[in-house]
T-cell receptor, first 119, second 112 residues
Framework: DGGITQSPKYLFRKEGQNVTLSCEQN?????MYWYRQDPGQGLRLIYY???????QKGDIAEGYSVSREKKESFPLTVTSAQKNPTAFYLC??????????????????FGAGSRLTVL | KQEVTQIPAALSVPEGENLVLNCSFT??????LQWFRQDPGKGLTSLLL?????REQTSGRLNASLDKSSGRSTLYIAASQPGDSATYLC???????????FGRGTSLIVHP
């Protein structure tokens, strides 16, 4: 079955450490996104990538970094510069805009999320 | 910049009621609007997608409508059940950037 896999599901970090969250998709989607979700707030965009080897900052990119070396993978690194990293992180993907009409109900598909807690 | 608002923020209803969730957006030049469901601690599950050229979509007890001119979408849930309890989010993909913008969601509780 096609989908998005995020790992780990739970992650604990000590202050000053960098951690990397994995996001892998086998949907052959061109675009991938990272969102952060905090209690009582909506999803806030951290980074997005619309094609391999290219990515753009979202609304809250400070303290985060990404890479897009393969179409299937879009890992997110939470660096020590992120002052309040405790949150629920969601990865999503979507096909090329030209394919949206063919994509059915799943134009934007999400992984199950990764919960990061700073100790 | 596109802004998406969902009203109400929270809703508690008895089982069996029909209910309407609202999503409004500020820029009517959209490509599509998607409704999601999120259970606590889980990812988002897609419910319905409405392309900009469509006015509504239906899936089972769910019906979503889109009125671009007024910047509104509604999600209608018929004969609500306790299993419908979740947070419902709408996401709008706007013209130009293709980046989805989310509302904060409506937290729904359906009690027996």
């Amino acid at each position: 079955d096609g989908g998005i896999t995020q790992s780990p599901k739970y992650l604990f970090r000590k202050e000053g450490q960098n951690v990397t969250l994995s996001c892998e998709q086998n949907l052959n989607h061109d675009a991938m996104y990272w969102y952060r979700q905090d209690p009582g707030q909506g999803l806030r965009l951290i980074y997005y990538s619309q094609i391999v080897n290219d990515f753009q900052k979202g609304d809250i990119a400070e303290g985060y970094s990404v890479s897009r070396e393969k179409k299937e993978s879009f890992p997110l690194t939470v660096t020590s510069a992120q002052k309040n990293p405790t949150a629920f992180y969601l990865c999503a993907s979507s096909p090329h805009p030209g394919d949206w009409m063919l994509a059915g109900a799943n134009v934007l598909t999400f992984g199950a999320g990764s919960r990061l807690t700073v100790l | 910049k596109q802004e998406v608002t969902q009203i109400p923020a929270a809703l508690s209803v008895p089982e069996g009621e029909n209910l309407v969730l609202n999503c409004s957006f500020t820029d009517s030049a959209i490509y599509n609007l998607q409704w999601f469901r999120q259970d606590p601690g889980k990812g988002l599950t897609s419910l319905l997608l409405i392309q900009s050229s469509q006015r509504e979509q239906t899936s089972g007890r769910l019906n979503a409508s889109l009125d671009k001119s007024s910047g509104r979408s509604t999600l209608y849930i018929a004969a609500s059940q306790p299993g419908d309890s979740a947070t419902y989010l709408c996401a709008v993909k706007s013209g130009g950037s293709y980046i989805p913008t989310f509302g904060r969601g409506t937290s729904l509780i359906v009690h027996p």
